[in-house]
């Protein structure tokens, strides 16, 4: 859901680290440009090994890629204690 979020709500840092995996990612044979191997049809581009969208996947700081092309940069408990954070200053804008 990170990468959902983040796909909508748009931040600098986010970007340019979805830009640098989307890189990986375009160099890589399992890039699915078709969408056969999406879970959600409709997302592609996707990953063949774990049919994830790369629009959303690149996006969650949590995330890694599962041909190690690239890591996560947070744990999902840094994940959702972000989320929080976020949550929080949108309420209180």
């Known amino acids: 859901m990170e990468g959902v979020k983040n796909a909508i709500i748009r931040d600098e ?12 990612c375009n160099s890589c044979v399992r ?3 078709d969408g056969k191997s999406c879970v959600v049809p409709g997302t592609q581009p996707c990953c ?3 049919g994830c969208s ?4 690149t996006r969650s700081l949590s995330s890694e890629c599962p041909d190690l092309r690239w890591h996560a940069l947070l ?3 840094e ?4 989320n929080l954070l ?8």
Do not use: G, S, Y
């Open 79 to 82: 994940e959702d204690k972000l």
């Open 48 to 50: 063949n090994l774990c």
């Open 13 to 24: 840092f986010v970007e340019q680290i979805a830009a640098q995996r989307m890189e990986q």
């Open 54 to 57: 790369l629009a959303f996947k």
């Open 86 to 93: 976020w949550v929080w200053e949108l309420i209180h804008i």
């Open 75 to 77: 744990t999902e408990e």
């Open 31 to 33: 890039k699915d440009d």
